[in-house]
DNA sequence: GCGTTATATATAACGTGTTATGGAGATTCG
DNA sequence: CGAATCTCCATAACACGTTATATATAACGC
């Protein structure tokens, strides 16, 4: 049985040094336990910026990179097997905490008897040296302190780029626009005969299809401009993967199919939606389109489930 | 305040990837979220193996390589999730765990939205490309998977060598005895005549102090031999630091000590003690000293904690 | 000088991993 | 064929980290 933790990389790098953590704590727990010494690997550290100098609980959590609870906690605990002591300082809200005689007697095995060892093993299992790996893990630190990887993944958008129709992407028009009609309505007989026609019904009447690819992802998303018999054409069969929302395909389309619309001359580009479909015609507006009672009354028949009808007027774009 | 963690280096290897595991995991939490989806970070491994195929419980856990507990309590959570399903297998005790339809969409979402940019983040992260990063760390997984931390540690053991008596050690003979006697015993006034002027009680007379020495720690034991009138030397004032015990530093010592008593032709060589020193009884008796009623009448007056009288007899080490 | 705000720590709740152990179904062997 | 054993999973207990929040003391400003 494969590794998947290791065969998907760099995306599950958090849960891989994870499982290394866990498994090297569980053998420094055995270490410490038969240097004789009463705690637990988490505690090293703590004991370790203690064995320099008395320190408050905040700076020690600090001095760690761990939270606060976790330090006042490990010390408790520590306090409890009488390694450390809580001493008196000037502010009262501080706990200055120290090592006791036993604490330093304990941080003096470590010293002799747990680090020196356990350094060499380290070393060891690196092929020899730990510092490549360390410089490495620093400089991840590093790179998160001065952006997370949070922040990364919000500012990081897939490239977007527009596919013109082909007949090997029929599929994919049929797919695409069948989820999200499925998935919102049922499909009704107009729907039907344009997925699975498309050239019949949109292009070869005049009209263009266009999709939207994402970057390492594929085709995501599609439109279609279907041609009337004057100038008019008509927004249909605009859908993107319900997989891939979220990643701003649907405006990157929708802006190039108004563009297409206004090179063919498009006089009026209009849509017909229904009111459930909220995140669509919220872009619609976004974007320039505007509810229009004449563009219903003269095309609202088309499809059963249309009570929005809007019409692209694009002198008034509210970008926001 | 600097990062006690990072300072120590290879020892705190373990603490330093939770560290940054929980870091990067927290931020994995949010991402996995901000996609809208139900799960964890700790899910995730769980989803992809399932979504190549279906898995037992414990064929899981191997390719994941966690714990089979650990594995069960997930998938627990994701099937009240809704996320993944039990199926019935032919063994009624396994457990044939499966995607679900909204299990397969979240990983359709997953692979869209979370998995792309969190590698490209990751990447960024190491400085552009994580590869060499997962390279270490696969190679120090591999390195564990021959020989575990702990199995190294156990089997190293710090290179030791003997110092012969200099003036600049003359403290640490004190300090190392003083450390001993006064844990087990106190002080008696012929203790603090050897070890506060050593030259004049032991070297000038003829006899001989040694010490031994720890890679990386310095000296950590010693142990002196006195000379009476005739060819008989007591082995005395032996002793290793607390915090060295478990080097075996007190067996190479005595070893040292035993043959360099030999070369000045020590007959008898016997040692005085104290029935309370277990550990040191059971080493002088594993290198060849034996309990001897003789040196007991001859010498046992010195000491006043004197019980225990030993003779050296060099025919039978009962070395083990 | 007193009320407000800031700071330091404690507590609670939970996420993620582990080991130890128990129970039910499969398998094996006399 | 039945008893012992093995295998698979569930449960319990705990280690170790987090975030959110409460509480007590300092410090500040009118």
Not at 80 to 100: N, P, Q
Request: charged letters at 25%; hydrophobic letters at 45%; aromatic letters at 4%.
């Amino acid at each position: 049985m494969p590794d998947v933790v290791a065969e998907l990389g760099g995306v599950f790098l958090g849960a891989r040094l994870r499982r290394l953590a866990e498994r090297l704590q569980a053998d420094a727990a055995q270490v410490i336990a038969e240097a004789g010494i009463d705690a637990q690997p988490s505690h090293m550290p703590l004991l370790a910026a203690l064995d320099r100098e008395a320190m408050t609980v905040g700076r020690l959590a600090e001095a760690l990179g761990a939270s606060q609870p976790g330090v006042t906690r490990g010390l408790n605990q520590l306090q409890a097997s009488g390694l450390v002591e809580t001493r008196d300082g000037e502010d009262a809200r501080a706990r200055l905490v120290a090592l006791t005689p036993a604490g330093e007697a304990a941080m003096a095995k470590v010293r002799a008897r747990v680090w020196p060892p356990v350094s060499r093993a380290v070393d060891a299992l690196c092929g020899g040296d730990a510092g490549p790996l360390l410089d490495r893990l620093a400089a991840l630190e590093a790179a998160m302190a001065e952006r997370s990887l949070l922040a990364r993944v919000r500012e990081d958008r897939p490239k977007l780029a527009i596919v013109e129709y082909r007949e090997d992407l029929a599929a994919a028009f049929h797919d695409i626009n069948r989820e999200w009609i499925e998935a919102m309505f049922t499909m009704e007989g107009a729907d039907r005969d344009v997925i699975e026609r498309p050239r019949e019904t949109i292009l070869d009447p005049g009209g263009a299809i266009l999709f939207v690819a994402a970057e390492g992802l594929g085709i995501v998303g599609t439109c279609a401009l279907r041609a009337g018999g004057d100038n008019a054409f008509e927004l249909t069969k605009m859908g993107v993967l319900e997989a891939a929302r979220g990643l701003k395909a649907g405006e990157f389309l929708l802006e190039a199919a108004i563009a297409r619309a206004q090179a063919l001359g498009a006089d009026p580009l209009y849509l017909l939606t229904n009111a459930r479909c909220e995140a669509a015609i919220h872009l619609y507006e976004k974007l320039g389109f505007r509810h229009d009672a004449q563009i219903m009354e003269r095309y609202g028949a088309r499809y059963e489930r249309c009570d929005v009808a809007m019409r692209f007027v694009p002198d008034t774009p509210p970008r926001q």
